[in-house]
């Protein structure tokens, strides 16, 4: 997971891209968008995250950069 990868796709790109690059990429499609990653997996993810941070903004209000940081808190509490 790379972290400037993801606010890279969340600043560019809209919910409903993304959310179609997610369905490409779960159809072994190539997306496109350009998702950066070093197998199908990691770009995958990237997506998922860029998704969850556009739908944190959306859902409770906050700025880019507070949802950024929720979602790798929560990363961060997962795997601890």
Known sequence: MQ???IKHL???YSLELLKKAEEA???EQSP???VEGK???ERLTHVLAAINI???MATNGVDHRTALRNYTQ???NSIS
């Open 74 to 76: 929560r990363v961060r």
């Open 32 to 34: 496109e968008i350009t």
């Open 54 to 56: 556009l739908e944190d």
């Open 25 to 27: 990429l779960y159809e």
């Open 3 to 5: 972290l400037a990868v």
């Open 39 to 41: 197998d199908e997996g």
């Open 10 to 12: 969340s600043e560019t």
